[in-house]
């Protein structure tokens, strides 16, 4: 899945809270789009999702983070499996490519 972030930053709507953020998120990737992880910054709550952009990869990526074996990474298709959204409980929203 080839992601445009530029296109995304330009159809994107200035959101009110996290939760209209997290709703149109949901609704532009459908079931790519994945909660991880929430995190207090600055005193503002921040909310990290993945936009899965190749599910085998990430699908295996997991996997192994959980494995009693460590993973052994070869190459950056694995870290090039998905892109990560953050989004602050004011609306705020930043995202890696």
Same mark, same amino acid.
């Given at each position: 899945?080839?992601?445009?972030?530029?296109?995304?930053?330009?159809?994107?709507?200035?959101?009110?809270?996290?939760?209209?953020?997290?709703?149109?998120?949901?609704?532009?990737?459908?079931?790519?789009?994945?909660?991880?992880?929430?995190?207090?910054?600055?005193?503002?709550?921040?909310?990290?999702?993945?936009?899965?952009?190749?599910?085998?990869? @990430? %699908?295996?990526?997991?996997? +192994?983070?959980?494995? #009693? =074996?460590?993973?052994?990474?070869?190459?950056?298709?694995?870290?090039?499996? @998905? %892109?990560?959204?953050?989004? +602050?409980?004011?609306? #705020? =929203?930043?995202?890696?490519?």
């Amino acid at each position: 899945m080839n992601i445009d972030f530029n296109t995304i930053a330009e159809n994107m709507p200035n959101f009110e809270n996290h939760d209209d953020a997290k709703a149109w998120f949901e609704e532009y990737f459908e079931d790519k789009f994945i909660f991880k992880n929430q995190d207090e910054l600055n005193g503002k709550t921040v909310y990290y999702y993945h936009i899965i952009k190749n599910p085998d990869a @990430y %699908s295996q990526y997991m996997v +192994s983070l959980t494995s #009693e =074996v460590k993973p052994h990474i070869t190459d950056f298709d694995t870290f090039e499996s @998905y %892109s990560t959204i953050e989004i +602050s409980e004011d609306g #705020e =929203v930043s995202f890696t490519q």
